[in-house]
């Protein structure tokens, strides 16, 4: 097989201009795709930030509930019922909502931002600059600022890190509240949210003051260790009403991963351009190698007449199809990481390159490419050397 190597190279070369637009196409596909599935898992990945940054084992949400940003609540009530089971080492109510945030420097601009609100007697984030701020949180209306989020909200991160005072307001459905941010922690934007706020339960309250008292959005479940999770989540489901859903931790991250993917367009739409960067990449490279095996027909007649089966006329093919989706794939990939950067600079989203990404995108052009080459030789099967010659 590496005997006949050079031979496609060559035929590759012949025509450099030809070769640099097959390679053109390629790199073109696999950026699509690149970015395509860089974002659309960013999406997940910002989406389950909070979910991974719990310290609970299983959850009680609402039927209701489609997703974080579409929290239904549900009786507080149902998280102490819980307490009755041996396992349990603790319960933890937490309070999620939207609010909008008067910009301190402007004092005109008002944007919305996710507010979580949290039972400060137990430690349920693993998340940075949380616990280290749990006593000043005690604090009436004080709270912490996503370190993360947008530029929108103003310059507090740099005026905190500066230690000024920050204070503003937020507003919920008309209640106006002056806060002070006391800290910073890291969560991170996502589809949903430009930025977070994370204060006490009790602190939540004043600010939503309209929420229906003694129901919370999110319920907390600490088991004790050596407990099987996928037994207990039987028991309080029997024992609990229907009035809520008993997941455990990845059952609460899949839950919101099913939201984004299959609830909305966003993840049709990402898979939709995956698919059109294939489409995009297999049709250049068949027009490439198409018209390279009708300019070599001859040659390729010549040696059907000598012997040589359909078979060895298509790994020459192929060969030059694998030339093109290497050469095309390595500019590809560099190009894809800059654009990450750029991206995770413009959008704070976690758009990173991951490895098994880098091996997908790879045989996805490889096999892009080889069905374009399998279908261009298709034209060497009535190739008949009397004919041509």
């Not at 945030?101 to 940075?128: A, M, Q, S």
Request: aromatic share 12%; net charge positive; proline share 4%.
């Amino acid at each position: 097989m590496f005997s006949k190597i050079p031979t496609a190279w060559l035929q590759l070369r012949y025509q450099k201009v030809r070769l640099i637009v097959a390679l053109s196409g390629v790199i073109f596909a696999v950026v699509i795709i690149f970015m395509q599935l860089g974002i659309r898992d960013a999406l997940f990945d910002s989406a389950v930030r909070l979910h991974k940054g719990l310290e609970g084992d299983c959850f009680l949400i609402s039927p209701r509930s489609t997703s974080l940003i579409a929290m239904e609540t549900f009786s507080e009530r149902r998280l102490d019922q819980v307490l009755a089971f041996a396992e349990v080492d603790f319960v933890a109510p937490i309070y999620l909502d939207f609010a909008q945030w008067k910009n301190p420097e402007t004092r005109n601009y008002w944007r919305n931002l996710y507010v979580i609100g949290f039972d400060l007697r137990y430690r349920i984030f693993n998340l940075p600059g949380v616990n280290e701020n749990i006593e000043a949180l005690k604090i009436p209306d004080t709270v912490l600022f996503d370190r993360n989020s947008r530029s929108e909200f103003g310059p507090i991160v740099s005026d905190f890190e500066q230690k000024k005072t920050v204070t503003t307001e937020v507003n919920s459905r008309g209640n106006n509240r002056k806060i002070d941010v006391v800290g910073l922690f890291e969560l991170g934007t996502s589809f949903g949210s430009d930025g977070n706020l994370m204060m006490s339960h009790v602190n939540f309250l004043r600010i939503f003051s309209n929420r229906q008292k003694g129901f919370i959005d999110v319920g907390l479940i600490k088991l004790k260790p050596v407990t099987d999770i996928q037994n207990f989540i039987k028991q309080v489901e029997n024992y609990l009403p229907p009035d809520v859903k008993v997941l455990s931790k990845q059952q609460f991250i899949q839950f919101e991963k099913n939201y984004w993917q299959s609830s909305t367009a966003i993840g049709f739409i990402f898979n939709l351009g995956v698919g059109l960067g294939l489409i995009v990449g297999m049709v250049v490279v068949y027009q490439i190698l198409y018209t390279n095996v009708s300019e070599h027909l001859p040659e390729y007649a010549t040696l059907k007449a000598m012997g040589y089966r359909q078979k060895y006329l298509l790994s020459m093919v192929l060969q030059q199809a694998l030339f093109i989706s290497i050469l095309g794939y390595i500019p590809g990939l560099l190009i894809s990481i800059f654009q990450y950067e750029i991206t995770k600079k413009a959008t704070l989203l976690p758009v990173e390159m991951t490895f098994n990404r880098a091996m997908f995108v790879i045989l996805a052009t490889i096999i892009m490419c080889f069905i374009s080459g399998a279908t261009a030789v298709g034209k060497l099967k009535s190739a008949d050397p009397a004919d041509i010659f």
